[in-house]
């Protein structure tokens, strides 16, 4: 099985960088695949333009940048987001991936008498966020329930895709990272809970 792993942070020295990394060798160490998707490393336009505008309302086909994220996506079994938490959300790339990428038709499709057809069923979803706060400061004041909320449900259950995992990982000091990384090595090991079957 193959995995999509999308990393927002423009430092390839990054916590959220290394994360990733550890994630896709946890996915290997299974016998799966994946890839990772820096979009900071491979430019992709967040902003959300015209032509997004007449793709969401199915007037035009989406951008050839929109399509080649979408065509990744179709070739995964699983989507892994790896970001740092900016004002208690995504970072502004990662949202723009997702404006983008999630669109009318592809996502999921609205049709006539306001329903919504969810199109990404098959995609398991496994969200790593990165904080930089303690976890009493996000317990005490319910941000991550609001991620939660804003993210898992607001986002991914709008368009029918399961998460699996939505994680909120805190480094043991500022300049000890370690329990992130073993983590995020676990996290890679447990995207498909169990090893690819060997070809005999």
């Given at each position: 099985?193959?995995?999509?792993i ?6 390839p ?46 007037q ?5 940048a ?135």
């Amino acid at each position: 099985m193959h995995s999509l792993i999308v990393v927002s942070h423009p430092l390839p020295q990054s916590l959220a960088q290394a994360v990733a990394r550890r994630i896709a060798d946890g996915i290997g160490e299974t016998g799966h695949s994946s890839e990772i998707a820096d979009l900071s490393a491979e430019g992709f336009d967040p902003r959300f333009k015209e032509s997004d505008i007449t793709a969401h309302l199915r007037q035009a086909p989406a951008d050839a940048a929109v399509l080649a994220e979408q065509a990744r996506l179709d070739r995964a079994d699983a989507l892994v987001l790896v970001y740092p938490v900016y004002w208690w959300s995504f970072p502004g790339l990662l949202k723009g991936w997702i404006d983008r990428v999630f669109s009318n038709g592809w996502a999921y499709e609205e049709v006539p008498g306001g329903r919504v057809v969810k199109k990404l069923g098959h995609l398991s979803i496994h969200l790593v966020a990165i904080g930089g706060a303690d976890l009493r400061t996000y317990a005490r004041h319910g941000y991550f329930g609001a991620m939660r909320t804003q993210i898992d449900h607001g986002i991914f259950g709008y368009c029918g895709a399961p998460v699996r995992r939505s994680e909120l990982l805190l480094p043991n000091a500022p300049d000890d990272a370690s329990n992130v990384i073993d983590e995020a090595g676990r996290i890679g090991r447990a995207i498909f809970d169990q090893p690819a079957a060997v070809a005999a």
